[in-house]
């Protein structure tokens, strides 16, 4: 099985990205960005988990200016792991333990230097701690899947956070039973767990109503159990690169790549994109203009593929 992958500097974020996966693998495919579009100016967060067992700070990420901006978050209780994420200048907390118990309430307020003092908004249908939160594709919507209980317990349901209207709706459950991380891509919603050659993840089209996540089993050529792992891929492809993470049996940290197309499992080694060194990623990625990048969970430096692929920024 062969894979060619190239990735080409362009304006901004926008990168060209060509490649192909053989027939061997039952798909064949080429993707080419379209030209460079204007990048909405929003700041997404560099860790939508808090610390245990506090609820501050939290640190925002600009990818385009290669900084982080430390946040103090202000607001009338006391909550711990509760999920953040920012529509600049608007930070958005989402549930969390409030003396013992998960919370469904939610806050959001105004960024002001390295300050943001929150309000409450409209709450949750379901209390949760540490969900999943994924943005809109348009900026207008903000997704909340899973979490957990007070007993650490994983919870299937999901909603959906209109931001305009400020209204809440809710969406179909969960049919894994855990989720790391989450993107929106092409009115789709893509939840995934750890990745193993027998693995699952689901996807809920969300231009179709009554309608279910549906579960995608994995066929990827790898030995043990891949846990915070990165991911890069692009608005107009369904092919993404997953590259580093730990064994979640054996701890050991991998430096591996893989290309996988999201819309099927199918995937493949990818040797030629290999991370220079073995890297531990945080479990949320972090998506700025029209890219995913992954965050290092040692060290903070972001990894995305540069214009040569042995060349990793």
Sequence with gaps: MTTSLKFERCVGLVIKCNLRLNKDMGACCERTS??????????????????VYHSNPVFLLDVREKSSIKIQVVRSEEVRE??????????YLFGGVLQDKVTNKAWKGNI????????????????????????????????????????????RQCEKYEVESDQWSQLPSLRQRSVLSAIALNQKLYAFDSIQNTGNYSILDLSKTNTDWRLITISIPMEGKLHSYGLSMQNDSTIALIFGGRDAETKKISAQAYVMDIETGSAARAEDCDLPVSVDFCDRWVKCGLKWFSVSRTDGKIYSPSSSIDNWV
């Design 82 to 91: 509760s999920a953040a994420i920012a529509i600049f200048p608007v930070l």
């Design 112 to 155: 002001n230097g390295s300050k943001a003092e929150l309000v409450e908004m409209k709450e949750m249908k379901t209390g949760r701690a540490n969900p999943v939160l994924v943005l809109g594709e348009d900026f207008d919507a903000i997704f909340i899947i899973g979490g957990y209980d007070e007993k650490n317990a994983f919870i």
């Design 34 to 51: 379209q030209e460079p579009q204007s990048i909405v100016k929003v700041k997404m967060p560099l860790h939508v988990r808090y610390q």
